[in-house]
Every structure is written in structure tokens, then in C-alpha cells.
């Protein structure tokens, strides 16, 4: 039982800043690098509709990632929904609710029905058993995440997808770069697709990416990216328009050219917060064999010490984030669908009840990490103390 007049410790007190410290920061290239792009734009005037920045990107990113069949698009939620059209699934998509809200409203809005299956505790990715435990004759897919850029056990979910012929498709939003077993993870299933949104480890500003293994597939996709348009005269599927545009392409040519190193930043910073904060909080189990270090999430004792620590950093001039807290499934736009209520999530409402990402990005200070990780400590030592 909680002491409720029990005095606590003042948290080791931030400098004055000028702006919020947020849990993550758009990557920017030096702006005369931008501009150079920016001059070859104005001087051709063609602006959209594969032009040469997307063309060049896509060669780019082919030989970066390690796949063989990419599209650009411009935006990762866009790629999703091309995905799940162009496997042209039926009926039920077995998911995880411990996701961006993305993830579950593109199934909706391809007239699909979500049904989700808890998460593995370590390492906050969907739990292949459940999975199984879930298929019937209405489900078609399983779409999951590769959570923070965490790995699936993917070949567990392949093999399941397989004995049951399911698409599997991954959203690997976060999993720009990553590795399983020195291959890209986007190798892995039916489709992957990417989010290059401002705040991604990779960023076009806005825009992503589909990967596939199949090459009718992948054109498929890029007819339904631009409207279903085979020639001029020609217009062979209901598509819509998902075409990345030169503005976009340029900045992520700029941001490739410094991909590893920032990569190399982020992961000085997150094994610093893991060597301080080690014997405080719980991490992510992760997997891969190389990672992007895409977000520092950490779990807290229960609830109420994370929304403590969430309070203190904010008064410190720090913003973390809740991610992802409140399940999808307890929005409350969905449940008025009525179609959760029959869903065990324990573990996935346990761990985002406890959750909290971190402030982590290339250019944070180390000064500002550790005055991170004396707040967060000062907290935990207060609340366990007066427990």
C-alpha cells in the first residue's frame, strides 16, 4: 500500500531551455545540400510522377536496404493500404493492437476485420501462438509489426502463414535498416512497407516504401499508386494517387548520405540510457543483428510510476511519449464498433500501460540524456521508497 503523505525527493532540476526536449527530432540535412537538389528541380520543372530524384532514391534505398523489388510512395500509410489491395484479402486480418493507430484503421478502411492477438512481453511483438490460436476460414492475413523496429520471429510467423496459405505482411514502419540474421527483416513475408515520415530514423519528410518479393505484385502496386494508369489512354484498375513527388525524393538522397553515422549516434545515446537506467526499468528484447535504434522505450513498475515519470519530465522541460498507450482497440471510435470485447490482451495492455519512449535522437546532448535518467531514477527511488 502506497504511503499517501510520504515526502519525496525533488528531481535533479533541468537548465532553463528555450524549447521542449521531445522524445524524438526530424532529422534535417545541411540546407546548401538541400538546395543543390532544389536548383535541379527548378531548372527541369518536373516536380511528380517518377521523376528523376524518385527514380534515383529507389535505386538508392534497393542497394542500402538489401532488397531486390522496391516503390516509393508518399506515405506510409498509403503503402499499407496498397499492401492489403493488392493481396486483395478477404474477411478477417489477424493483428496487434500494440501499434500505431495506422496499422488498424487501413484494414478498416479496406473493409476488412481486425482481429487481434496479444503481444510477447520481451519483446513487444505479436505472439506467433496466439496467432495461430486465432485463425479461422474467414482470415485471409496476418499483418504485423516489427515494433520499435524490433524483428518478428518472423520465420514462427512464416511458418504458420504458410501451413494455413495466409499473406503475411509486415508493417515495418520503424524497421528502416534493420537486420535478422545479417538479412534486411524487409525480406521477410508477402509485402514489408516503410514509413519515411519526419520523424523516422530516415526521413523524405513525408513518403515510404513498399518491398516485395513478387515482380507481379510489385507492378500491381505501382499501377495502384497512380491512379491504375497503363499508358496514356489507358487506366486498368481502380488506384489512387501515392506517388512520392521530387521534393520528397531529394531530401531523403540528402538523408542517405549520412544515414550511418546518425545511426551510430543514436545507438551511442541508447546504450548509454541502458547502461544508467539497467537496473530501474525494463527494455525491449531485441532480436535483430543490427538494429536502427529507432526509439528508447522503457518499461516502468507499473502505471502510475510511469504517468509519474511522464509528469516530472514534462515539468523538467522534456516531453517523452506514451507510445503506444491506449491500445488501438481502446480508442474510443472502435470500441464503439463493438468488435474487441471478445479479445484477451493482457500482456499488450500490461506493457502499454507501463511504456514510455524516451527522448532519442542523433544531436541529443549525452548532458541532456543523463538529466533524463536522474529524473526518471529520482522518481522510481521516490515511489518505491514510499511503497
Sequence with gaps: MKTSNCKRRTPIPIEKQTKMVTHTRSDLPPLENYVEYLKKIWASRWLTNDGEFVQLLQKELKGYLKVGKLALVSNGTLALHLALRACQLRGEVITTPFTFAATTNVILWERLTPVFVDIDPETFNIDPEEV????????????AVHVYGNPCYVEKLQEIASRHKLKLIYDAAHAFGVEYKDQ??????????????????FNTIEGGAIICRDEKMLAKMKLLRNHGIKSEEEVVVPGTNAKMDEFKAAMGLCNLKTIDERIQQRKRLYEHYRQKLSRFVQFQKVIATKYNYAYMPVCFEDAE??????????????K???????LTTNHNYFNKMDMVKRYNLEQALDVSSRVLC??????????TVDKVVEIVKSVIRNTRTCS
Design 358 to 367: 524516451l527522448p532519442l535522437y542523433p544531436d541529443l546532448e549525452i548532458e
Design 305 to 318: 510510476e510511469r504517468d509519474r515519470a511522464y509528469s516530472e519530465l514534462v515539468k523538467n522541460g522534456i
Design 184 to 201: 534486411s527483416v524487409l525480406n521477410f513475408g508477402d509485402v514489408s512497407t516503410l514509413s519515411f515520415h519526419a520523424t523516422k530514423v
Design 132 to 143: 495461430e490460436r486465432k485463425i479461422t476460414e474467414k482470415t485471409s492475413a496476418i499483418l
Design 320 to 326: 517523452p511519449r506514451k507510445y503506444f498507450f491506449p
